[in-house]
Each structure stands twice: as structure tokens, then as C-alpha cells.
């Protein structure tokens, strides 16, 4: 996959591996949908770009979404053999961003016009 989705997710996937490696808490899961993953990855990335993501923040945000950095890795590694399936995660991840990015800079969302 190439373009900017293609480099969007591959540079996702590896934030979410970097991140989720760097908690120390393993637990045994069932696996977490699609909507979670969304919701985790977009408090973590705003966490990233407000620059305050350290452990504190990381864990904070993985508790609020009741998931653990093995969560986050099981959901990768489970869809890891559907690369069209993490594009359409992917996609969620960033209209889920673009709709954060409207609310917070007063504009209406695109469902609400």
C-alpha cells in the first residue's frame, strides 16, 4: 500500500508497537474490537502530540480504555494477515481524529451538517 494512508498506517502500527512495548503489564485477553483499538490509539496519539505521553499518561489512558498494552499488540497481531482490514482500522483512526480535531476547533462535524 503506498500514498499517504499506506505511510499513515505503517507509521501507526509502529507508534502502537512502540508504545505497547514500552508497558511492562502482560495479561491474558480475549482480544479488544475495533472501536476500542480506535478510541485507545487516537487518547494515545493526542497524548504523543501534546507531547505528554510518559508511563503515568500511557497507563492512565489504557486503564480509561480497560485495556493493557497486550490488548493493543493482540488486536495488531490478529489483523496483522488482513492488511485491507487494519487499512479500514486505520481509516476509523483517522476519521475519529479529524472529528476531535473539528469539536475542539469549534467546527461542526461532518454527520451534523
Known amino acids: ?15 502502537c508497537a512502540g508504545l505497547t512495548m514500552a508497558c ?50 493482540d488486536y495488531v497481531d490478529r489483523h496483522a494477515a488482513n492488511p485491507d482490514g487494519l487499512a479500514e482500522t486505520w481509516r476509523a483512526i483517522l476519521d475519529s481524529i479529524a472529528a476531535r480535531d473539528s469539536a475542539a476547533a469549534g467546527a461542526p462535524e461532518a454527520d451534523s451538517l
Request: without cysteine; glycine residues 10%.
Open 1 to 15: 500500500m503506498s500514498g499517504p494512508l499506506g505511510r499513515g498506517l505503517a507509521s501507526g502500527i509502529a507508534l
Open 24 to 73: 511492562a503489564e502482560e495479561s491474558e485477553s480475549e482480544g479488544i474490537d475495533e472501536e476500542t483499538f480506535v478510541g485507545t490509539y487516537v487518547d494515545l496519539r493526542g497524548a504523543v502530540v501534546a507531547d505528554s505521553l510518559d508511563a503515568a499518561v500511557r497507563d492512565s489512558i489504557l486503564a480509561a480504555h480497560d485495556v493493557t498494552a497486550a490488548d493493543l499488540r
